[in-house]
């Protein structure tokens, strides 16, 4: 047991002691780069190089030195970017590969992908390791090991000195998007909507035919291809467009297809119109994700379409709901939905 004990102590120091050597041996093999014409496509003589690169990283890009550990500026740098090669510009790795290694020069556990970087074998200073170099320049970048904590298990260790960073601007969230949704009667749609903590605006009107500027009553024909749709603008910091298809698929039965219940017709289709391939994805993620576990006794026959144009309905068409509360159709049809909705979002509902 105490031996066991001994023999594990002594490989986790031989462990350390090699993996510091395994970056930290400072190269003193000064044979000029190999620059193998099979991937190198700038070629630069030592004094041309030196016009470019500081004293420091012509030491490490073109002899192959190694900066002393905890010593490089890019060593615990997070912020958001491309890491590219300090002699060339060659993009080689992003934020989202640098993991914190301890072992004193940044660490990434993959690089980006497209033979940007060379694997040379490298057998100096009696050590056998693998030497990473930039594909396009040829310069010295540092060395890869396989020793690496994540799911990789790669870990190319790199001088700060051979990397320039380039800081990404954070994409601003667009606080606003919008959706347009075919779920029967638009009606019943955009009072619910309307009652849905974070929705800006709902619009009742018509998208997805053939026919400009559709009245109501040409669309209830049924002949301009028009479904009955609402547009709705929301704020995607009270919600998004996930929860605002929760409740699409809440409030009215998707696998009916060209029916709502009583209304029959091309119109009263169930559609989503995105406008982007995030949404178009969201989208057929939750159906798949309804289909799959069979939360309806009938696959989800809702269309997922571009979004090309929306024709607003007349105006006594907006907001009909509250403005027709006692109509036969609203206490039949749009309030049973509407209570529903208030139950199950009822968290969610508008505080005013
Ligand atoms: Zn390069």
Redesign the pocket.
């Known amino acids: 047991m105490t031996k066991l004990i001994y023999q594990n102590a002594f490989l986790y120091v031989a462990f350390l002691a090699l993996s510091l050597i395994a970056c930290g041996q400072k190269k003193e093999n000064k044979t000029p780069q190999n620059q193998d014409s099979s991937t190198v496509t ?1 070629f630069k003589t030592p004094d041309e190089w030196k016009k470019i690169l500081n004293k420091d990283q012509f030491g490490v890009l073109r002899n192959k030195e190694t900066e002393a550990p905890y010593t490089g500026k890019l060593l615990y740098n997070k912020e958001q970017g491309v890491y590219k ?1 300090a ?4 993009e080689l790795f992003t934020d989202e590969m640098k993991f914190d290694s301890h072992c004193g020069w940044p660490s990434f556990d993959k690089e980006i992908a497209g033979g940007k970087i060379k694997k040379v074998e490298d057998h100096s200073n009696g050590m056998n390791r693998t030497e990473i170099v ?1 594909a ?4 010295h970048l540092g060395h890869l090991f396989d020793d690496g904590p994540t799911a990789t298990g790669m870990r190319y260790c790199v001088n700060s000195l051979s990397l320039n960073f380039e800081k990404t601007e954070k994409v601003v969230q667009q606080q606003y998007d919008t959706i347009t949704l075919g779920g029967g009667c638009y009606w019943c749609v955009e009072a619910i909507y309307e009652m849905l903590d974070g929705v800006k605006s709902v619009e009742s009107g018509f998208s997805g035919g053939k026919v400009a500027n559709p009245s109501y009553r040409e669309v209830c024909m049924g002949t301009t291809g028009h479904a009955e749709v609402v547009q709705i603008v929301f704020d995607t910091k009270k919600t998004s467009l996930d929860e605002i298809l929760k409740v699409f698929f809440t409030v009215h039965d998707p696998t009916t297809l060209n029916r709502q219940s009583a209304d029959v017709g091309e119109q009263y289709r169930s559609v989503i119109l995105y406008r982007n391939a995030a949404q178009q994805k969201t989208a057929t993620d939750i159906i798949n994700q309804l289909n799959k576990e069979k939360v309806y006794d009938q696959p989800v026959v809702t269309a997922v379409q571009p979004f090309k144009v929306f024709y607003k309905a007349e105006d006594d068409h907006q907001d009909y709901y509250n403005a027709n509360k006692s109509n036969g159709y609203c206490k039949m049809v749009i309030q049973p939905k509407i209570e529903k909705f208030e139950k199950l979002f009822k968290d969610r509902l508008k505080k005013n």
């Not at 002699?87 to 060659?90: A, I, L």
């Not at 396009?136 to 310069?139: F, Q, Y």
């Open positions: 700038i090669c002699g060339c510009g060659s930039c396009k320049c040829g310069g």
